[in-house]
């Protein structure tokens, strides 16, 4: 069964800040999900990528299958950003059931 | 993009009382659907996989008798907590994938925040 371990836990910033979320994991998988929790507990998903980079505004998603490792940037951060930021694997390759990370928690201040 | 709403998005019952949560992909079919549980400051955790028409698949340690997923159509699965109590508070997430095979998306719901007296 996958593992995933996620860095830093905790992550405070000032706004502007360009900011890396890691997450690494131990199975091979297929693909990787990268979540966004608010406050208020509502899951919104990010980015599922399978090889390379993908962008979206101002984040940027990586993968190296390889390294069995990820990372989460986000460029000039704005407090809008704080929330929890979780990545997921499928529990073993080609498993539709996934696992998460525990979460990095993000404050942006102004 | 696919949409995916949960009703209510939360509530409050007394012990012993029943609640019904539903989950709805409201602009693709659904084969699948997942219910997780997440307690505060914990992961999300898999209760169970339902795909449309069939019973429910629930992990190790979920009571399926308590946790009774109905998953009717293409774009509803809902969730009854039978007889809740206190240690039942949690926020309840779904999320739906369109696909058969294990790299789709699943898109997720805003949550369900149950709260037991």
């Known amino acids: 069964k996958n593992e995933v371990e996620q860095s830093p836990q905790n992550l405070t910033a000032q706004e502007e800040e360009f900011i890396t979320i890691n997450c690494s994991y131990s199975?091979?998988?297929?693909?990787l999900h990268w979540l966004q929790q608010h406050p208020g507990g509502g899951i919104v998903s990010l980015f599922m990528?399978?090889?390379g980079k993908k962008k979206h505004g101002r984040l940027i998603a990586t993968i190296n299958i390889q390294e069995k490792h990820s990372s989460l940037h986000i460029t000039a951060s704005h407090p809008r950003d704080s929330a929890v930021y979780i990545c997921?694997?499928?529990?073993?390759?080609?498993?539709?059931?996934?696992?998460f990370g525990k979460g990095t928690k993000l404050t942006v201040n102004p | 993009g696919a949409v995916v709403s949960q009703h209510p998005s939360w509530v409050i019952c007394k012990s012993g009382t029943s609640v019904k949560i539903e989950c709805r992909s409201l602009?693709?079919?659904?084969?699948?659907m997942f219910w997780y549980r997440q307690f505060p400051k914990q992961s999300l955790m898999l209760m169970a996989t339902?795909?449309?028409?069939?019973?429910?698949?629930?992990e190790q340690g979920v009571e399926k008798d308590k946790f009774l997923i109905n998953h009717a159509s293409l774009t509803l699965s809902t969730l009854t907590v039978t007889s809740a109590h206190p240690e039942d508070s949690s926020f309840y997430i779904c999320?739906?994938?369109?696909?058969?095979?294990?790299?789709?998306?699943?898109?997720f719901g805003p949550g369900t925040r149950l709260t037991v007296l």
């Open positions: 997921a694997v499928p529990t073993q390759g080609g498993s539709e059931k996934l696992v």
């Open positions: 999320s739906a994938s369109i696909g058969l095979a294990g790299t789709d998306t699943q898109y």
């Open positions: 199975v091979g998988i297929s693909a």
């Open positions: 602009d693709f079919q659904a084969t699948t």
């Open positions: 990528l399978s090889s």
């Open positions: 339902s795909n449309e028409g069939s019973k429910a698949t629930y």
